[in-house]
């Protein structure tokens, strides 16, 4: 097949011309000689050698190159694992940069079993059958006059969801389109998160990724996606429309159509490492193009660091490593119009020679980049490596999850924890968060995630129960600070089965009113249950896809926690602008924060460390603040009481400063089925049930 010298190594990729061809530019430092590889619809091979090299990159111009066309690379060069070189041509590689990838990874039975594992050794079997193929794509989309909901950081309320596990049983949903892009934006799926009052959807990892191997070999599949090989590349499997570029397609309208609906798309993305694993995983991608400086090793690069748990971590020092991330992000904004990200693992991304630097080269680059900060960046702030664990510890633009908040509030809720740090996670960990010019938004709060229990899973067991993801339950983990009430598992007792309601009522609420940014997990509005497992990454099948057929309890439960976030969207109270400083906004009026002990007075210092007190009543002014100090607008005050007792609990309502006359506008302990709207005054003497919460509104102040 002719070719043409083109000299264009810039931009890196594959990319058609318009005219049937394309152009290809192909990193490879070290490497001597690459090839480009085209398959026709048999799966017959073209090699096509890249003859053209400029500064490292292999380029050329191909005349016949049609879209939709599958392609990869064949390297050549020294091949020796002791230093870090595993160049081998009989691997077929993955274009770094691809807009889409086809296929999946599968068991080579000639090669122990399967392609990879025999990587210390050079391997002459040919891996193309059993490896997944780059697409050429155009990515050409009709945006119309799409544009982003720039919801502010205050006013977000995040959904965290997978793309198939959410639509994959919804009644509604078009059974071909369950499970992929076009199912996430169906009607009802839109309807449902607005209905609780979600404005961005957080999607688990959407790039493309395989299966690792050890769970090839269990008949498993990576479920949950952390298992990148393509980040440029929408993940095939989740497409209803086809897998040769179509995907790319589907998700553009998907963000659109969610746009439209006023709903933010944040992904999950995970740069801190790759599918290749360690020395023994497969070689897919770059391990194949310039291993030593793709990754972090060790041991003079025989073996991979592994900060993250995976088997490799990717050496983001790297300028070429750090301009592929940098390329990929800037590439979801600007051609798939997403919203924002979060970074897996993010403390890995900001190690520079094995130390997390937050001054480090992609932090600073990523501060700079004129379209990335503008964007969400919220870090999942560790890693498991020496020094990784950074939460309160990331620069003023990003948003961290917050599990300080998790593990707070769980121990409060479960009845183990006293007082004394539930007050700082209520309202916005500024212990964490208030330096360095960051707002209460810069904590993500949230009780459950995709990795751990469901919220309904926390009051029902407190051991996992792993046994089907094929490690004799070794695996997840055993911090979950969760209980059952009497019986592991689901029971017919009423009086447990009352007392877990009561506390996922409390959970979704605490969420609601607390300041910061609130992250639901798909299912959680309803009490959805992985029946015990807490590490579902491997369980594609009903443990992991949220059931749809509720009952009667659950639709109750959703419309209790509909209310919750309605009110949330509705009082700028619960969506704080500052850190609260404790100290009145206008002459004789309360505290912007205040903490009331059951018997309607100032919590005393005392309180505080007293490790026995389970009950907290959190005053919020209506007095909201334009700037900090300044007078501002005026909003309706509120008064939270929550009670993590076992028993009965009187609490009387405060009276000047803060209010003459209440309302209660939600009562764990009765649903929506509130007592007649009348109001009560100052001085009253209320009973909390056991487990419970309440939400009085300031109807007449001072």
């Not at 026709?40 to 049609?66: K, M, S, Y």
Request: glycine share 10%; proline share 5%; with cysteine.
């Amino acid at each position: 097949m002719p070719l043409t010298h083109a000299n264009r190594w810039d931009p890196l990729g594959v990319r058609p011309d318009g005219s049937g061809g394309a152009f290809v530019a192909l990193w490879a430092q070290g490497a001597s000689r690459a090839f480009l590889c085209l398959f026709d619809e048999a799966g017959t091979e073209c090699q096509i050698e890249l003859v053209e090299r400029v500064f490292n990159v292999f380029n050329a111009h191909i005349p016949d190159f049609p879209v939709g066309t599958h392609y990869g690379f064949r390297v050549h060069g020294e091949w020796n694992p002791a230093v870090g070189h595993r160049w081998n041509p009989n691997k077929l590689l993955i274009d770094p940069y691809a807009k889409a990838i086809d296929g999946a990874l599968s068991l080579n039975p000639a090669v122990n079993g399967h392609v990879g594992r025999d990587d210390l050794a050079f391997s002459i079997e040919d891996s193309a059958p059993y490896v997944p193929k780059s697409v050429l794509v155009d990515t050409s989309f009709d945006w119309g006059n799409d544009q982003h909901p720039d919801t502010p950081w205050g006013d977000t309320v995040i959904y965290e969801a997978h793309v198939k596990g959410l639509t994959k049983t919804h009644p509604s949903v078009p059974e071909h389109q369950q499970g992929t892009y076009a199912g996430i934006a169906h009607p009802a799926i839109v309807e449902h998160l607005q209905a609780c009052g979600v404005t961005a959807i957080e999607l688990l990892p959407t790039h493309h990724f395989v299966d690792e191997l050890h769970l090839l070999e269990l008949g498993l599949t990576n479920y949950w996606g952390y298992n990148s090989i393509g980040f440029f590349a929408p993940h095939a499997g989740y497409s209803s429309s086809g897998t040769r570029g179509q995907q790319v397609i589907e998700f553009k309208q998907m963000v659109k159509d969610l746009h439209t609906s006023g709903i933010e798309v944040i992904i999950d993305v995970v740069y801190n490492h790759t599918a290749e694993g360690n020395e023994f995983g497969p070689t897919l991608s770059f391990r194949g193009l310039d291993n030593d400086d793709y990754y972090h090793l060790n041991n003079g690069g025989r073996s991979y660091a592994d900060y993250t748990g995976t088997g490799n971590t990717l050496n983001l020092s790297n300028p070429h490593v750090l301009q592929l991330v940098m390329d990929s992000l800037r590439y979801w904004v600007t051609e798939m119009h997403v919203d924002g990200f979060r970074f897996d693992l993010a403390s890995a991304l900001a190690r520079s020679m094995h130390d997390v630097d937050m001054l480090g080269t992609f932090m600073s680059t990523l501060q700079q980049d004129p379209i990335l900060r503008r964007v969400k960046l919220i870090a999942e702030p560790w890693d498991i490596g020496p020094g990784g664990y950074q939460v309160g510890e990331f620069p003023p633009l990003w948003t961290e999850w917050n599990d300080k908040y998790r593990d707070c509030l769980r121990d409060w809720w479960r009845g183990s924890k006293g007082i004394e740090e539930v007050g700082w996670r209520l309202t916005g960990s500024a212990d964490l968060y208030g330096a360095e010019g960051r707002r209460p938004f810069a904590s993500i709060n949230f009780l459950t995630a995709h990795d751990g229990f469901t919220m309904r899973d926390l009051v029902t067991y407190e051991r996992k129960h792993n046994l089907a993801n094929g490690e004799d339950d070794r695996d997840g983990t055993d911090n979950n600070r969760s209980r059952n009430y009497g019986i592991e598992g689901e029971t017919d007792d009423p009086e447990i089965n009352a007392i877990r309601v009561r506390q996922l009522r409390n959970m979704f609420a605490t969420l609601a009113f607390s300041t910061g940014v609130p992250m639901i997990t798909a299912g959680d509005e309803f009490g959805r249950t992985q029946y015990g497992n807490n590490n579902a990454y491997c369980q594609d099948n009903e443990i992991s896809w949220v059931n749809w057929d509720l009952t009667q309890e659950q639709w109750d439960l959703l419309s209790f926690n509909q209310r919750a976030m309605q009110l949330r969207h509705k009082y700028r109270a619960f969506r704080q602008r500052y850190h609260f400083d404790g100290k009145p906004l206008r002459e004789g009026g309360p505290k912007d924060l205040a903490w009331i002990a059951p018997d309607g007075n100032d919590m005393s210092h005392d309180a505080w460390n007293d490790n026995s007190r389970r009950t907290l009543g959190m005053f919020i002014t209506g007095d909201l603040p334009e700037a900090p100090h300044d007078p501002g607008l005026r909003d309706a005050a509120f008064l939270l009481i929550m009670h993590a007792g076992e028993s009965l609990q009187d609490f009387v309502l405060p009276g000047a400063p803060y209010a003459a006359t209440y309302l209660v506008e939600l009562d764990s302990s009765r649903g929506l089925e509130l007592a007649k709207h009348q109001e009560m005054q100052a001085g009253t003497t209320l009973t909390m049930a056991p487990y419970s919460l309440l939400l009085l509104r300031v109807t007449r102040d001072f």
